[in-house]
Nanobody, 127 residues
Framework: EVQLVESGGGLVQAGGSLRLSCAAS????????IGWFRQAPGKEREGVSC????????YYADSVKGRFTISTDNARNTVYLQMNSLSPEDTAVYFC????????????????????WGQGTQVTVSS
């Protein structure tokens, strides 16, 4: 059974940093796209970052490029999202996602394309 459990959210001041973790189980990272989405109140879910299976290519939304870094620790089956220079616009619930045996790069995958979602972790950035 695939499980994704996020942690690391919280309240931080603008300009601060947080590191989100997603403990994954039930699958091999090599066979799955893994990544992060977020959803702010009243807005649609937005793809933040992902790692494509097979070649490990990375994707970042324009809004987070240069500030967020996605990484994995395969020994711990954990994916991380390091978030720096946070702004109030980053306030959202952040979800870890995974999709098995994908056909193309994760940059082309929208929220409806991912089969597996974590429960989400709240990130609040105060001004």
């Amino acid at each position: 059974e695939v499980q994704l459990v996020e942690s690391g959210g919280g309240l931080v001041q603008a300009g601060g940093s947080l590191r989100l973790s997603c403990a994954a189980s039930g699958f091999n990272f090599d066979d799955y796209h893994i990544g992060w989405f977020r959803q702010a109140p009243g807005k649609e879910r937005e793809g933040v970052s992902c790692i494509s299976s097979r070649d490990g290519s990375l994707y970042y939304a324009d809004s987070v490029k240069g500030r967020f870094t996605i990484s994995t620790d395969n020994a711990r089956n954990t994916v991380y999202l390091q978030m720096n220079s946070l702004s109030p616009e980053d306030t959202a619930v952040y979800f870890c996602v995974a999709e098995p045996f994908p056909y193309y790069a994760c940059s082309g995958y929208g929220p409806s394309d991912y089969d597996y979602w974590g429960q989400g972790t709240q990130v609040t950035v105060s001004s």
